[in-house]
C-alpha cells in the first residue's frame, strides 16, 4: 500500500483526519514513532512518568482505571495534569479505553461519569463487537463535546417552552463573560412560539484541554512551554478500532478485522485509524494510522535469537523492527519494556532510535 513508503511528513498532508495529520507532522518533528504505554499503579508515578519521557514520545496511553489516585477535577485534577504535560512535551493522550456497548451507554461513558475521557484524551479506542454504530455514536457524542467548547458560551433561548433549548453557534467564543442575562422580550417573529427568556451562561467547566498557542493558560497561569516547532494540537478528538490483538488465542477473526476497516472508511472523519497487528490500508485512499502493542527488545547488546518470548499470560511480543519494516504499522505501543527497564527515559530514548530506524529503512 502507498502509506507503506509514504514520509510520514507526506502522509501529514493527505490523512482524512485533522489529530492523524497533526500526530504525523509531530512524528516527523520530533523523529519519533513510540507510544508509551504508561502502566504505573499511581496518578503520582503516571504524571512522573510522563514528564520524564514525553520527550521521546509522540503518544502516550493510559488506562485511567487502573490508576490510584486519580484525581477527576476537570480543571485541576490528573486529566488536566497530563494534558498540560502533553502541551509541555507536544505528544497525545490516548486512553486505552476499549468502549464496547450499545451506543448511547457509551456516548455517555465517554464524555460523562467520573472520567469525562473526552475532556483529556485526544485518542480512544474502541472494540466493535457490538456492531459499528456505536462508532457514530461516539463520533457524535464527540462533535457535540467539540462544539460546546469551540463556542465556549452556552445560549438557551427559550421558545414558548422549555424543551426548545438550543446551543447557539453565535454564542461567542472562548472564555466569555456571559452571566445570565436574562432579557426575554424577544418578538419570537418568524417562530412558533414567542421568546419567553434568553439565558446566556459561561460554560460551568473549562476542558482539560489545549488552550489556543501561546496564549494565556486556561487555568490563568503563564502561557506553556510551546513544543518547539509544533504549535497546538487541534480541539479535535480520534478514535482508533481495535482490529486486532496481540494476545495468543485472539477470537478477532478476518471477518471481524475487515468489519473495523469498514467501519473507519464509513466515519473517516473520527476514525484515525487502528490499533493492529499489520497495515490494514488496502484501498487507495486509505489514511489510516496504525499503533501497535506487543512490542519489546531483546536487552540492549543482545543478539536477537528468534521470536522474544511472551509474558506468560497471554502477551506476545515483537520487535520494532518486525512490527515497523515487516508487518507495516507506523506506531509501535511499548509498555513494561520501558517501565520496568532501571532507567526508563534512556530506555524510552532506545526504542525510538530502534522504531524510528525501523520506519526509515521501510522507506528505501
Ligand atoms: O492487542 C493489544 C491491544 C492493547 S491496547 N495488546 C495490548 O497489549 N494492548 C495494551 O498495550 C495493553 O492493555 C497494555 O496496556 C499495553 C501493552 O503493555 P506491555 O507492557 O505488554 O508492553
Redesign the pocket.
Known amino acids: 500500500h502507498p502509506t507503506l513508503s509514504q514520509a510520514f511528513a507526506e502522509r501529514a498532508k493527505t490523512a482524512s483526519h485533522p489529530l492523524s495529520r497533526y500526530l504525523l507532522r509531530l512524528m516527523d518533528v520530533k523523529a519519533s514513532n513510540l507510544c508509551l504505554?504508561a502502566?504505573v499503579t499511581t496518578a503520582r508515578d503516571l504524571l512522573a512518568l510522563a514528564d520524564k519521557v514525553g520527550p521521546s514520545i509522540v503518544v502516550l496511553?493510559t488506562?485511567y482505571d487502573l490508576i490510584a489516585g486519580w484525581d477527576y477535577n476537570p480543571q485541576t485534577g490528573t486529566g488536566a495534569r497530563l494534558a498540560a504535560l502533553a502541551r509541555k512535551h507536544g505528544f497525545l493522550i490516548f486512553e486505552?479505553r476499549?468502549f464496547v456497548d450499545i451506543g448511547k451507554t457509551v456516548q455517555m461513558q465517554y464524555t460523562a461519569g467520573t472520567a469525562r475521557i473526552v475532556d483529556w484524551a485526544h485518542i480512544t479506542?474502541a472494540n466493535i463487537d457490538a456492531g459499528k454504530d456505536m462508532v457514530r455514536a461516539m463520533a457524535e457524542a464527540a462533535a457535540k463535546w467539540k462544539a460546546r467548547i469551540n463556542y465556549g458560551v452556552r445560549t438557551s433561548v427559550t421558545v414558548g417552552t422549555p424543551e426548545s433549548d438550543r446551543f447557539d453557534d453565535e454564542g461567542g467564543n472562548g472564555n466569555g463573560n456571559g452571566n445570565g442575562n436574562g432579557n426575554g422580550n424577544g418578538d419570537g417573529e418568524g417562530r412558533k412560539g414567542s421568546i419567553v427568556s434568553v439565558t446566556t451562561v459561561t460554560q460551568s467547566f473549562e476542558p482539560a484541554d489545549p488552550p489556543r498557542p501561546h496564549t494565556t493558560d486556561a487555568r490563568g497561569g503563564a502561557p506553556e512551554v510551546v513544543f518547539a516547532d509544533m504549535e497546538e494540537a487541534p480541539m479535535d478528538r480520534g478514535l482508533l478500532l481495535?482490529a486486532?490483538?496481540?494476545?495468543t488465542g485472539?477470537l478477532m477473526t478476518a471477518a471481524y478485522t475487515q468489519a473495523c476497516v469498514e467501519a473507519a472508511r464509513e466515519n473517516r472523519d473520527f476514525v484515525m485509524g487502528y490499533?493492529a497487528?499489520e497495515c490494514l490500508n488496502t484501498a487507495a485512499d486509505d489514511t489510516f494510522v496504525h499503533m501497535t502493542?506487543?512490542?519489546?527488545l531483546p536487552p540492549a547488546g543482545e543478539e536477537e535469537h528468534g521470536p522474544l518470548e511472551g509474558?506468560g499470560l497471554g502477551?506476545q511480543?515483537n520487535t520494532p523492527d518486525r512490527l515497523i519494516g515487516v508487518l507495516g504499522t507506523d506506531i509501535v505501543?511499548?509498555?513494561?519494556?520501558i517501565?520496568a527497564a532501571d532507567d526508563p527515559p534512556s530506555e524510552a530514548e532506545r526504542y525510538r532510535r530502534k522504531a524510528w530506524k525501523a520506519y526509515l529503512a521501510r522507506l528505501e
Not at 486486532?244 to 494476545?247: A, E, W
Not at 502493542?293 to 519489546?296: D, N
Not at 505501543?333 to 519494556?337: C, L, P
Open positions: 504505554s502502566d496511553k488506562h486505552d476499549k479506542n481495535l486486532q490483538m496481540s494476545t485472539c490499533v497487528q502493542p506487543g512490542c519489546k509474558d502477551q511480543y505501543i511499548v509498555g513494561r519494556g517501565i
